[in-house]
């Protein structure tokens, strides 16, 4: 599949055949993901790949999406990691600042980059993926269970496994509601969410599952209407970060 083609069929994946992916593809995908470009090249990022059943179901249920880690071929919990990065200051008898708000930055810019190599290499093997941001809704549970150490903390878990069946991609916003050349351009978004809104309403009511009537204005209306995961903040303090 060429390139191109690969990254527009994107689509989530949440079952699968049950079919386990083995250790020597596993591996590949983690060296291939490292092959994403890394802030300074601190490469600041760790994988759990989650392989106890017992410790997969407590995931599952841990970030609310036990149904998918039952079928996955393999389940992951990738995680800002500083620890190896004291690791390698205190080589040289250097401790080095953890805590920072550009730190958080980059290791969520690290992690995310690293990620989506992972993914596309993934879906170019002819597996489905399932990104679980729902790994932040207990992040002091789900650290416990793994042993996450101080200034390492999870971003995010990932299912990943041969697809019962294919979704069909959402559309996504129109280029020019993302697009700003030169300056940026709010006066635009009235006509374009619009035109957006429509968009999605028709994919939603023909899609061949779930099916319902919605558009993407008021999801987002619904989903920002207050502050979601509040607990974040108090909880990456206590891995060391303050956002000094």
């Not at 999406?65 to 008898?93: I, P, W």
């Not at 953890?98 to 980059?106: G, P």
């Not at 489905?128 to 269970?145: F, M, V, W």
Request: hydrophobic share 40%; aromatic share 10%.
């Amino acid at each position: 599949m060429e390139t191109r083609e690969l990254l527009r069929s994107h689509s989530s994946v949440r079952k699968y055949t049950g079919e386990v992916i083995s250790k020597d593809t596993v591996i590949d995908l983690i060296e291939t993901a490292q092959m994403a470009a890394s802030s300074h090249f601190v490469q600041a990022y760790s994988v759990i790949w989650v392989t106890d059943d017992e410790k997969k179901a407590k995931l599952g249920e841990l970030s609310k999406n036990e149904f998918q880690f039952q079928t996955a071929g393999a389940s992951f919990l990738f995680c800002v990691d500083f620890k190896r990065l004291q690791a390698a200051g205190q080589k040289h008898d250097v401790n080095i600042v953890t805590d920072s708000a550009e730190n958080v930055l980059v290791g969520v810019a690290d992690v995310s980059l690293f990620a989506q190599n992972f993914v596309v290499a993934a879906e170019a093997m002819g597996y489905g993926i399932c990104y679980i941001g729902g790994a932040r809704t207990n992040p002091k549970e789900i650290s416990d269970l793994f042993n996450l150490p101080e200034n390492v903390f999870p971003l995010f878990a990932m299912t990943i496994g041969t697809p019962t069946k294919r979704n069909e991609t959402k559309p996504r916003l129109p280029v020019d509601a993302v697009l700003h050349e030169n300056s940026y351009n709010v006066e635009k978004y009235d006509a374009l969410l619009d035109e957006y809104d429509a968009t999605m309403e028709s994919y939603y009511a023909s899609r061949s599952s779930n099916q319902k009537m919605a558009t993407w204005t008021k999801q987002m209306a619904d989903f920002l209407i207050e502050q979601k995961r509040p607990h974040m903040k108090d909880f990456l303090a206590s891995k060391g970060f303050n956002w000094k």
